[in-house]
Nanobody, 124 residues
Framework: QVQLVESGGGLVQAGGSLRLSCAAS????????MGWFRQAPGKEREFVAA????????YYADSVKGRFTISRDNARNTVYLQMNSLKPEDTAVYYC?????????????????WGQGTQVTVSS
């Protein structure tokens, strides 16, 4: 079992920045690839970014490429999402997920564990 807790969400103006954190506890954090997803009201959960177990490989949705950066610190059991140049369309609840085995995926159904989510609201 892995427990995930997100933090760092909030209200920010368009063009601003936020840094989300996802702290993990339980089984060995470095066994898992990690992903960030988001879900706006009435929409399906969508892929934002993912990172391999080692942190050597990262992947981004086209909508956030060049603006968001995913990283992880396995010593601190934490994955981060640095979000810059935020847009109103980035408004959503952001979730981190963990996949056992270290292979990332864009499909949220493939993830084994989820946090409770953190709200990000970008005003225009």
């Amino acid at each position: 079992q892995v427990q995930l807790v997100e933090s760092g969400g909030g209200l920010v103006q368009a063009g601003g920045s936020l840094r989300l954190s996802c702290a993990a506890s339980g089984r060995t954090f470095s066994n898992y690839a990690m992903g960030w997803f988001r879900q706006a009201p009435g929409k399906e959960r969508e892929f934002v970014a993912a990172i391999s177990w080692s942190g050597d490989n990262t992947y981004y949705a086209d909508s956030v490429k060049g603006r968001f950066t995913i990283s992880r610190d396995n010593a601190r059991n934490t994955v981060y999402l640095q979000m810059n140049s935020l847009k109103p369309e980035d408004t959503a609840v952001y979730y981190c997920g963990a996949i056992d085995g270290g292979i990332w995926d864009m499909d949220f159904r493939k993830y084994d564990y989820w946090g409770q989510g953190t709200q990000v609201t970008v005003s225009s």
